[in-house]
């Protein structure tokens, strides 16, 4: 089965500093999204992609967060200054379409550490 | 609002005796109703999904879980547990259909023990 990859599985980074989560989805599937779960609470939505564009974002989304689509392949989160809370499972997923029963694909995530 | 709550945090079963795994959910419209597994150091995979239809829908690996509209319940089945089914089982809900997102619950972590 297609699987949707996720580098790198472990990142540690001081507070303030800058990272960039990288996922590569499923070739031909069309929407992307980030989710994250931090430790012993629920899985939790981030943010929407499709046609280049965010399609929907959840209140965590905010101005310190980005994602982009730099090329036909990868799909990137970028938290622009990390904080202690921020650290977290950050799960990318993508689905080829966004009917409501639509499945999603996940990653096996990027474990983020902010010390 | 939308959400799922999934009352047990772990469940311990033998092998070969039946798993239930429950899911309760709170939307305003019609739901649409996931279960997603994870195991160790891998991502969710689906299991399976209630649309319309049957009230009892079937999934990957033998699970199978059943749609209670009255009790809004979506609990998570399979008949004869196996040690490989220990993992952590996740339901998520849908709503609106423009609704990008899934609500995901806490999490359940089954052990199956030989």
Same mark, same amino acid.
């Given at each position: 089965e297609p699987e949707v990859t996720q580098t790198p599985s472990h990142q540690v980074t001081q507070m303030g500093q800058e990272v960039i989560l990288r996922c590569v989805p %499923?070739?031909?599937?069309?929407y992307f999204y980030w989710y994250r779960q931090i430790l012993g609470q629920k899985v939790e939505f981030l943010v929407s992609f499709y046609n280049n564009e965010i399609s929907e974002k959840s209140e %965590?989304? &905010? &101005?310190?967060f980005s994602v982009e689509r730099p090329d036909g392949s990868n799909f990137t989160l970028k938290i622009r200054s990390t904080k202690l809370e921020d650290s977290a499972m950050y799960f990318c997923a993508s689905s080829? !379409? $966004?009917?409501?029963?639509e499945k999603l694909f996940f990653g096996s995530g990027t474990q983020l550490s902010v010390l | 609002a939308q959400s799922v709550a999934q009352p047990e945090d772990q469940v311990n079963v033998a092998e070969g005796n039946p798993l239930t795994v429950k899911c309760t959910y709170s939307v305003s419209g019609n739901p649409y109703l996931f279960w997603y597994v994870q195991y160790p150091n891998r991502g969710l995979q689906f299991l399976l999904k209630y649309i $319309? !239809?049957?009230n009892l829908v079937k999934g990957s690996y033998g699970f199978e879980a059943e749609f209670n509209k009255s009790q809004t319940s979506f609990h998570l089945k399979k008949p004869s547990a196996l040690v490989s089914d220990s993992a952590l089982y996740f339901c998520a809900v849908r709503v609106r259909s423009n609704d990008y997102k899934l609500s995901f619950g806490a999490g359940t972590t089954v052990t199956v023990r030989a």
């Open positions: %499923i070739s031909n599937h069309l %965590i989304f &905010d &101005d310190q080829g !379409g $966004t009917g409501r029963d | $319309t !239809g049957d």
